[in-house]
């Protein structure tokens, strides 16, 4: 069987002795997030735990420790560039983010956007449980259009809040059962729900109900991305909708109808990548069963949007 990118890991403080421990907490994290400054209320006897998932997407990390002071300086994120967000979301304890002279005050049932593309403060109290979630920049900016959103206190108790909450606890709870590309896929639909949630998706109260007919609009091309002859015009007629409705509705989002049924066959290709009942496809095959025109349309797509070509991908995953 191909060797899989989905990996969970367990590390705790505990491995290491009482006055070794603030020090192997530091690498620890430094290994697996972009370059920060560490600041021990209590350096003796430090302890910490993680339980960390991740593919070559996403990563989605949940910890807790003793009270901590994470910093990520200018000259830090000079040294080190990471453009991509970190979704923080608060199960026991409290949590503060400073970014960009904003703050927001984490509690449970609330949760925060942060870039790492931009200098910040996260100020951890001792009774702190969290997620982490490492979230591509690609998959934020394009459907807020635009960068660096401190979203703050974002409501995880009711309404879309409750079901991304949802969703990112089944990934933990169902850690050990899940493959990459499930992983991947359950990830993509949390971040589509996330940036719905960000913008204001969640109100009753949308002119015109877009927020309703963008869910549906997305939900319409998730099942249908590998029709060749989807399109805007017979997304609409399907769907009992103007185009214009939907232009408008997927406006508000960042994207338009051609960006999202390419975005969704290019995802639907990348999982039949790292699929194993799929290697028997070649490219061209899987070009076509998911609603490209050829296989040099695919790979040029599929460069854009992932960095490598799909037999490269293919070749990465086996």
Do not use: K
Not at 126 to 150: H, V, Y
Not at 195 to 213: F, K, Q, T, Y
Not at 290 to 316: I, K, N, Q
């Amino acid at each position: 069987m191909p060797a899989r990118s989905y990996v969970v890991e367990e590390q705790t403080t505990t491995e290491v002795g009482p006055r070794e421990r603030a020090d192997f907490w530091s690498e620890h994290i430094a290994s697996y997030q972009s370059r920060m400054g560490y600041r021990y209320v209590r350096r003796d006897n430090f302890e910490g735990e993680t339980v960390r998932q991740r593919t070559g997407t996403y990563q989605l990390v949940r910890f807790h420790s003793d009270e901590i002071e994470y910093q990520r300086t200018a000259q830090q994120v000079r040294q080190d560039p990471d453009e991509d967000y970190r979704l923080l979301v608060s199960l026991t304890g409290r949590l503060v983010l400073r970014q960009d002279e904003e703050q927001a005050e984490l509690t449970p049932g609330t949760a925060g956007l942060v870039s790492f593309g931009a200098p910040f403060q996260c100020l951890q109290d001792a009774s702190t449980q969290a997620f982490i979630l490492t979230i591509p920049a690609r998959e934020i900016d394009g459907r807020l259009n635009r960068t660096s959103p401190l979203a703050a206190g974002v409501d995880l108790t009711r309404g879309l809040g409750r079901v991304v909450n949802s969703l990112l606890n089944d990934l933990y709870e169902q850690r050990y059962a899940l493959t990459d590309p499930q992983f991947d896929a359950v990830s993509d639909r949390l971040v589509d729900l996330l940036c719905m949630l960000v913008v204001g998706d969640d109100r009753p109260d949308i002119p015109g109900h877009l927020a309703e007919v963008e869910a549906m609009v997305r939900r319409y091309v998730r099942d249908h991305a590998a029709d060749p002859g989807l399109t805007g015009t017979s997304m609409a007629r399907a769907l009992g909708w103007s185009l214009r409705q939907i232009q408008l509705a997927l406006q508000r989002a960042g994207t338009t109808p051609r960006d999202l049924i390419r975005e969704e066959r290019l995802r639907l290709v990348r999982d039949r990548l790292q699929c194993d009942s799929c290697t028997h496809l070649t490219i061209t095959e899987l070009a076509y069963a998911s609603g490209f025109s050829s296989a040099s349309a695919l790979s040029t797509a599929f460069r854009r949007r992932f960095g490598v070509s799909p037999r490269e991908m293919r070749l990465g995953a086996s």
